[in-house]
């Protein structure tokens, strides 16, 4: 399967009138944003693409697209794209689920502590306990804006990108192939964009990202 990941920066290369003949772009399965991005732009993508997207909201929606909820009402009733937070899906036998936001450090909307997070994570244990059961696993991927916690390098001061420790629990218990998130901006060359903790792939997909996935079958 082949999947576009974007989040936290409109990319000039997707966001293009040559999209449809960039050969990278071709038969793109399905879409997944890690948040902070306009809704005109998933509107955008999945016209061209032709695919679905699948997102969670970040923690700077309402800077990025000051009309978000004029503009929200509007594009739910066009479908094309759905928001995955505290949801669990199959999509072509991919099983992914979302959590949306960043980790608390001031009043607004779409942040969490990390007692808040390890509830949003409750509710989503008993679909992925039927996954267990019916598929043989709990989950392929995990969408979240935040990244698990200690992943960078993140200065004691910077509370906001510090990630959550509900995510690291999270990796070890249902043991999901992959993590896909932004909130942390690529600026720096040396700053690696796939990591690893323990089996599982962390991967940031600031700006945009292409994953080539090998479905996995049931073991019998």
Known sequence: MKILLIADKVSPVLYSENIKRNPRLRNIDCILSAGDLPFYYYDFLVSNLNAPLYYILGNHIRDIDEEFERELPVFRK???????????????????????????????????????????????????????????????????????????????????????????????????????????????????????????????AYGYKILNIRMKKKKV
């Open 78 to 204: 066009m479908g094309g794209f759905f928001n995955l937070d505290n949801k669990v899906i199959r999509y072509h036998g991919l099983l992914m689920a979302g959590l949306e936001g960043s980790f608390r450090y001031n009043d607004k909307n779409h942040q969490y502590t990390e007692s808040q997070m390890r509830f949003k994570i409750f509710r989503l244990i008993p679909r992925m306990l039927k996954n267990k059961l019916l598929y043989g696993r709990y989950l392929d991927i995990l969408l979240t804006h935040a990244p698990p916690y200690g992943i960078y390098a993140i200065t004691e001061n910077d509370t906001a990108h510090r990630g959550f420790e509900a995510f690291n629990r999270f990796i070890r218990r249902f043991k999901p192939r992959y993590v896909i998130h932004g909130h942390v901006h690529l600026l720096n060359e040396y700053i690696k964009s796939v990591k690893r903790y323990r089996n599982t792939k962390i991967v940031n």
